[in-house]
């Protein structure tokens, strides 16, 4: 079994495995969001989840560029993103010129951050459409059949894993839990600028900075977001990651 197997087949039961006392959404969400770029001839990744009431949210993304482009599609109202979500469909387009003709604003964005190419896949389960994968290229054109296929598995198992978690209870936790996930997406994001300011870091590195702290400590990332913001918790001590012990579980 190659390398590149070998990763496939742990990001597909890191994926799975949801049913997890301590099941932490946004990490689960960043996991599928920097396997798709380890995996897929993709350069950055995106996704947006949808809340109780079809709105869409910026949840987890590969990169800072990503993230940007993701909030620059909801409040242009334009992109592929968008349109699958909407669709329940993959979207994509061959080349710029049919991207700057559905999508013209988002396209110069895209470009702007030094991309040439979007495309985004649904997160579904039959009918039911939660969210959606944006998958960004340098390089002009689609993936290959193969790598859109194998992006489609990793979205519909990621799908699967959070509708089956939240249907432990009743209907009414998938709005709940959503909404938490969300409001602790907004406070990750206020952590990651203070952490990024304090420690003279790039935003990228402030995040992975607290995901490996809080994967150490074996704490949650909002949590370890909130006591960076209220002075709990300082740079020093999130630059210090102590080595894990032999033998002890690591969240994936």
């Known amino acids: 079994m190659t390398s590149r197997e070998q990763l496939l087949a742990r990001t597909f039961l890191s994926l799975a495995d949801t049913l997890v006392a301590d099941f932490d959404v946004i990490d689960f969400l960043h996991t599928l969001a920097t396997r798709s770029v380890e995996l897929l001839d993709a350069d950055a990744a995106g996704i947006m989840l949808a809340d109780a009431h079809g709105c869409l949210h910026v949840m987890a993304s590969s990169a800072e560029e990503a993230r940007l482009l993701e909030l620059y599609e909801l409040q242009n109202d334009e992109g592929p993103c968008l349109d699958c979500y909407r669709s329940g469909r993959p979207a994509a387009r061959d080349d710029l010129p049919a991207m700057r ?43 290959t059949d ?20 939240r249907a432990i209870a009743a209907s009414e936790r998938l709005a709940i839990q959503l909404q938490t996930a969300l409001s602790s997406r907004v406070q990750l994001e206020q952590a990651k600028g203070v952490l ?57």
């Open 146 to 165: 193969a790598d859109l296929g194998i992006g489609q598995a990793m979205a519909d198992v990621a799908t699967v894993g959070l509708i089956q978690e």
């Open 196 to 252: 990024a300011q304090r420690a003279g870091l790039a935003m990228d590195q402030a995040f992975q900075l607290m995901r490996a702290y809080a994967r150490s400590n074996n704490r949650r990332l909002s949590d370890v977001a909130a006591e960076i913001i209220d002075g709990t918790l300082d740079d020093c001590q999130v630059r210090k990651v102590p080595n894990r012990r032999p033998g002890t579980p690591r969240r994936i």
């Open 101 to 143: 003709s559905a999508w013209p604003a988002f396209t110069e964005q895209l470009q702007g951050l030094g991309f040439h190419s979007a495309q985004a896949l649904p997160m579904r389960l039959r009918d039911d459409t939660i969210g959606a994968l944006n998958l960004f290229r340098l390089e002009p054109g689609r993936l």
